[in-house]
């Protein structure tokens, strides 16, 4: 099975988005992230862990150290909320141009369905970035 090619930065915001639904361990965040891809991305402890470092040293991050608990976990911080905003903002745009990417290669398949379907999640991603 081929591995994904993840764009730059995504970690960093899923790393955010997930300690703001509840404390995170990087462990967790690889087994949820490998089931959500079946497998075709498992980041490195140590992708997470220099991710995690940034974050912490910026403020957007608070590490929490869990008496009995292998490994340490991470909360967002009020900092942290605000960077995450910005990030998403950042992914919608992302998004965008994935799915046009995408409808690029549903013409050359010449899959008439795919790029209709496409071209009207386009017109709704599009749509709700501006609301």
Do not use: H
Request: glycine share 4%; aromatic share 6%; net charge positive.
């Amino acid at each position: 099975m081929a591995t994904l090619n993840v764009p730059t930065g995504l970690l960093k915001t899923i790393i955010l988005k997930e300690a703001s639904r509840a404390p995170l361990s990087a462990v967790t965040l690889i087994k949820n992230l490998s089931e959500k891809t079946e497998g075709m991305w498992q980041p490195s402890p140590g992708s997470i862990y220099y991710i995690t470092n940034e974050l912490e040293s910026k403020n957007y991050l608070k590490k929490l150290i869990i008496e009995n608990e292998r490994y340490p976990k991470y909360i967002i911080t009020q900092k942290g909320k605000e960077e995450l905003e910005n990030l998403i903002r950042g992914s919608k745009r992302d998004l965008l141009k994935m799915v046009k990417i995408l409808q690029v290669y549903s013409d050359t398949l010449e899959n008439k369905n795919l790029s209709t379907q496409l071209s009207a999640l386009f017109t709704t991603l599009q749509t709700s970035q501006s609301n």
